[in-house]
């Protein structure tokens, strides 16, 4: 087999297991979407979470937007909500890149429209502050390159 032949061949399980991930974080993101979707009042036309995981905490604030331009505090059942945000976490996660996200702001909108933004470097921004031992025990689930440690979160580990 010729060189070129060789790497073709070495590259086709990296390319299936990254088209696996990427179906894993898509599957995961339609259905936070939907279960946002699905929790919506009537006349809804936007619907904000914004989350924070670390370890085994979880906080999260789910606000709707109606047509009239109001918005108000969204009803979601948490314990199923913070399960889809875990495995959403948990299919992002990528050693090799940017380790896990901290937090994340998803908008979901009638039909299939959303938008993501995730946050892997900034320190979450807890109404009650965890325990730097919470961000340990991440780190020891969700393990990073050195390199990739913010300084606020290597001070955190370095004092457990």
């Given at each position: 087999?010729?060189?070129?032949?060789?790497?073709?061949?070495?590259?086709?399980?990296?390319?299936?297991?990254a088209?696996?991930?990427?179906q894993?974080?898509?599957?995961?993101?339609?259905e936070?979407?939907?279960?946002?979707?699905?929790?919506?009042s009537?006349?809804?036309?936007?619907?904000?979470?914004?989350a924070?995981?670390?370890?085994d905490a979880?906080?999260a604030?789910?606000?709707?937007?109606?047509?009239?331009?109001?918005?108000?505090p969204?009803?979601?059942?948490?314990p199923?909500?913070?399960?889809?945000?875990?495995?959403?976490?948990?299919?992002?996660?990528?050693?090799?890149?940017?380790?896990?996200w901290?937090?994340?702001?998803?908008?979901?909108?009638?039909g299939?429209?959303?938008w993501?933004?995730?946050?892997?470097?900034?320190?979450?921004?807890?109404?009650?502050?965890?325990?730097?031992?919470?961000y340990?025990?991440?780190?020891?689930?969700?393990?990073?390159?050195?390199?990739e440690?913010?300084?606020?979160?290597?001070?955190?580990?370095?004092?457990t």
């Amino acid at each position: 087999m010729s060189p070129p032949e060789q790497e073709a061949q070495d590259a086709a399980p990296q390319d299936e297991q990254a088209a696996a991930r990427t179906q894993r974080v898509e599957a995961a993101l339609d259905e936070l979407a939907a279960f946002l979707r699905t929790g919506a009042s009537d006349g809804w036309v936007r619907v904000d979470l914004a989350a924070r995981l670390v370890a085994d905490a979880a906080e999260a604030d789910v606000h709707e937007s109606l047509g009239d331009g109001s918005t108000s505090p969204a009803a979601v059942a948490e314990p199923e909500l913070f399960g889809l945000l875990r495995e959403l976490r948990e299919a992002m996660y990528d050693p090799d890149d940017d380790g896990a996200w901290f937090s994340l702001r998803l908008y979901a909108v009638p039909g299939d429209g959303r938008w993501l933004a995730v946050n892997h470097f900034g320190e979450p921004a807890w109404r009650v502050p965890l325990p730097d031992e919470k961000y340990r025990e991440d780190l020891e689930r969700y393990p990073r390159e050195y390199s990739e440690l913010p300084d606020w979160l290597s001070a955190k580990v370095e004092q457990t």
